[in-house]
T-cell receptor, first 116, second 112 residues
Framework: ETGVTQTPRHLVMGMTNKKSLKCEQH?????MYWYKQSAKKPLELMFV???????ENNSVPSRFSPECPNSSHLFLHLHTLQPEDSALYLC???????????????FGNGTRLTVT | DQQVKQNSPSLSVQEGRISILNCDYT??????FLWYKKYPAEGPTFLIS?????DKNEDGRFTVFLNKSAKHLSLHIVPSQPGDSAVYFC???????????FGPGTRLSVLP
């Protein structure tokens, strides 16, 4: 496996369900990110982890709960979501924590989430 | 208010010709700019970047130009190929942060 891998690719869940999205990076990077892409909107940053420590939470509702057990793995735990949370959730990694300069994001293929 | 704007939602170009994708930004603190390409059902792929100390960066068929005074950057693809058909995102970041701000994207269609 190379790059950034996300599972599942598609997920349909009810508003009372609990599910988790998984991300794994094989690039030796030290920072990991969750981004959200809603229909007809730009990508929005949700969370940033540097060396397993959360460094940014972009005012994300508590029904989204990230977890980063090590520098290679990132989870997004979902519970009591709303239909408007339906979107493409993208995981990314970058080499240098604490700075975006000259450290581009490498994205996974995303999880297409539908909340019914 | 969008800090990174791509005012053309779509662009069609003939194969072999030049494609020019434009991006404008409002935050004067941005100092690093990137272009990403996205195919359907895939994540965005990094293409090329430029720092604010440069006004041009070239990588093969792709060249990015930065005009800081106008807060404008553009991506030139020469020659355009059908495989370049995708959505292109412009992104920017400020010093000492990890928040890459993305534009809404431009869909490029290269016609054979």
């Amino acid at each position: 496996e190379t790059g950034v891998t996300q599972t599942p690719r598609h997920l349909v869940m009810g508003m009372t369900n609990k599910k988790s999205l998984k991300c794994e990076q094989h690039l030796g990077h030290n920072a990991m990110y969750w981004y959200k892409q809603s229909a007809k909107k730009p990508l929005e940053l949700m969370f940033v982890y540097n060396f397993k420590e959360q460094t940014e939470n972009n005012s994300v509702p508590s029904r989204f709960s990230p977890e980063c057990p090590n520098s290679s793995h990132l989870f997004l735990h979902l519970h009591t979501l709303q239909p408007e949370d339906s979107a493409l959730y993208l995981c990314a990694s970058s080499q240098d924590p604490g700075s975006s300069y000259n450290s581009p994001l490498h994205f996974g293929n995303g999880t297409r989430l539908t909340v019914t | 208010d969008q800090q990174v704007k791509q005012n053309s939602p779509s662009l069609s170009v003939q194969e072999g010709r030049i494609s020019i994708l434009n991006c404008d930004y409002t935050n004067s603190m941005f100092d690093y700019f990137l272009w990403y390409k996205k195919y359907p059902a895939e994540g965005p792929t990094f293409l090329i970047s430029i720092s604010s100390i440069k006004d041009k960066n070239e990588d093969g068929r792709f060249t990015v130009f930065l005009n800081k005074s106008a807060k404008h950057l553009s991506l030139h693809i020469v020659p355009s190929q059908p495989g370049d058909s995708a959505v292109y995102f412009c992104a920017a970041s400020a010093p000492y942060g990890q928040n890459f701000v993305f534009g809404p994207g431009t869909r490029l269609s290269v016609l054979p």
